[in-house]
DNA sequence: CGGCCTGTTGATGCTTATCAATTCCTGTGG
DNA sequence: CCACAGGAATTGATAAGCATCAACAGGCCG
């Protein structure tokens, strides 16, 4: 199996800087601009890097069971990560997102309310919830930046509240696909999808059927091309905004 | 009218006291343990205080509209605020609910994204972003308070991302009795709505009609009575509970 | 007592879920 | 390299659930 040589390998890599010249992993992590550790300085850095653990989850491993104890809490260096929670009858809605530079695991929560699960080969950088604690009292900038980060997420979390509560299925799959296309939205501009149809149909609150039957109706009036199954040209920018309609100004991700 | 005047005089008493020996007013405030000053001892207080404007809102006013610029904050010291986003073409969807305690407005954030309107007579402890960022930075127990509020925001915002994403009308409606009636949820308990049938709409991503229908329908299996329209009993907590179903550790509010 | 707002109830239709069949990729093994 | 297997996605038919439109009832205030 050549997938998993790579992630071991990887896995060993990482190990060995991890136990290198502390900090200088850190000082080249492509997450950081993003991540909790941000506005650290390097004498500090070199701390925070004493208190972590690396960490390195496959496509579809979970790292938390909804209903598990947790305890730690992590950075995601680079992959990325689904929240998401299910009903007891297995209905499941996608909670969240997270890519590099994501923070992962509350403090002071002692369940977790939802499943974490990695959508692609993911490398964490974990932090038990005690050491986080401690190192946040004397380097406030951390809790600065976790502010921040999740008062992010709150807007984004709202942004969905508005569509799951109040948009039709065609502005969901507009708005999604706006998502997806990112701020450098163009004509006949070429992106991909990130998610399965059953992950879009889990964010949306939708099923997978509706969600395939609105990409063929945004196709069939022109609006998109689908070359393949996980890639997207928006042929009509200005369509695809206007039919995600609600809001000029909601741009999330 | 009535209401009018004894709101101009609870105002001005706020205004008084306001003036009076600084800090002796936040010492007695009954929102003080659920909000950001809460981890303040005595000279914080006192200098937290000096940056603080007392502010009454009433019933049905808008503290800040969709759209607007931001650059204060502020604590709710009594009464209820809703935060609620519309499209362009009136559906609305509300995103929040703060009572005591509560925190409105976010750092950083440009413009307001939702509508902040008070629910019922509402008085709030009121800063400058500018005000509070400095303190915070002398004073970082006030952003690991912030950060924990806005951790349970987000809680709860996830919470009904599954709502609304997952739920039927039917568990909506359960489920936000269940948060009406609070933790001390017992046969025959008497409580009451603290919104309007509409608000209830708006919250649960439905309608009046189809609110009305399922209090109608849980009041004919006798699950609850309607004794006035503003009131309810919960004949039977468990059936309740079930209907509610989506996990049973999802209490909320 | 009477208007008016809020809420309830009823009839109908649209939207999306559900169930089912088929097609299309993707990657695996020959 | 090609064929094939198996999952993912698409498409179709039908039904459930909720919205919409409309009429009516009940409080609450003047």
Redesign the interface.
């Known amino acids: 199996m050549y997938l998993e040589g790579e992630i071991v390998a990887r896995h060993e890599v990482a190990f060995r800087l991890d136990r290198s010249e502390s900090g200088s992993r850190c000082a080249a992590c492509p997450a950081r601009a993003g991540a909790i550790c941000a506005k650290l300085d390097d004498a500090a850095l070199h701390d925070f890097h004493q208190i972590s653990r690396h960490k390195v989850l496959r496509k579809g491993q979970t790292l938390i069971w ?2 598990d104890a947790v305890s730690s809490g992590a950075t995601i260096v680079s992959g990325m990560l689904k ?1 998401s ?1 299910a ?3 297995g ?3 996608i ?2 997102l997270l890519g590099p530079g994501g923070f992962v695991g ?4 002692k ?1 977790a ?2 499943d974490v699960v990695a959508l692609a080969d993911t490398e964490l950088c974990q932090f038990s919830g005690a050491d986080l604690s401690a190192f ?1 009292r004397q380097h ?1 900038e951390v ?2 930046t ?3 980060k ?2 992010h ?3 984004r ?6 569509m ?3 948009a039709s299925a065609a502005e969901r799959v507009a708005t999604l696909l706006l998502d997806f296309a990112g701020p450098d939205l163009r004509a006949d501009g070429d992106y991909s999808f990130p998610l399965s149809r059953g992950q879009m149909a889990d964010l ?2 939708l099923t997978i059927e509706t969600i395939s039957r609105q990409l063929g109706s945004l196709k069939r009036s022109g609006v998109i091309q689908l070359p393949q199954r996980s890639r997207f040209i928006v042929s009509d920018p200005d369509a695809l905004t206007a039919l995600a ?3 000029p ?1 909601t741009a999330s991700h």
């Not at 509350?106 to 929560?109: A, E, H, I, P, V």
């Open positions: 909804q209903g929240l929670a009903t007891p009858d209905r499941e809605q909670l969240g509350d403090r002071n929560r369940r309310r939802y946040a406030p809790l600065d976790l502010l921040d999740t008062i997420e709150l807007d979390a709202q942004h969905w509240l508005m799951l509560g109040r949306c609150g309609g609600l809001s100004a």
